[in-house]
């Protein structure tokens, strides 16, 4: 998961900071499960209803792992002043929308 002021960002800083030149940079936050999404979503709206069988149709676990994600989010804290957006923060402002 990442939100997408942090990608573009990452492209910013892969542009002009002459430290990265020739480096990829993982835009990646952090691994999530369907089922946080439901949760964070239901605290985020608690007026909308969500199918009863919501839970049950999102089970499982993300065991992603993603090298040098550090590097990236030191980079975000560098030229921005904070890291990755954190997934509720990235629901909450995608929400706003609707």
Known sequence: MV????SARLHVIALLDPEV???RL???DEP???KQLIDVSRKLKPDVTFPANADKAVQGEDQSK???R???DALL???FGSGFTGLEETLKQQLACY
């Open 66 to 68: 993603v090298a040098r």
């Open 26 to 28: 993982f835009a990646f």
């Open 32 to 34: 999530y499960t369907w």
């Open 3 to 6: 939100n997408v002021v942090d």
């Open 21 to 23: 030149a020739n480096e």
């Open 70 to 72: 550090d590097r990236a």
């Open 77 to 79: 804290k560098k030229h």
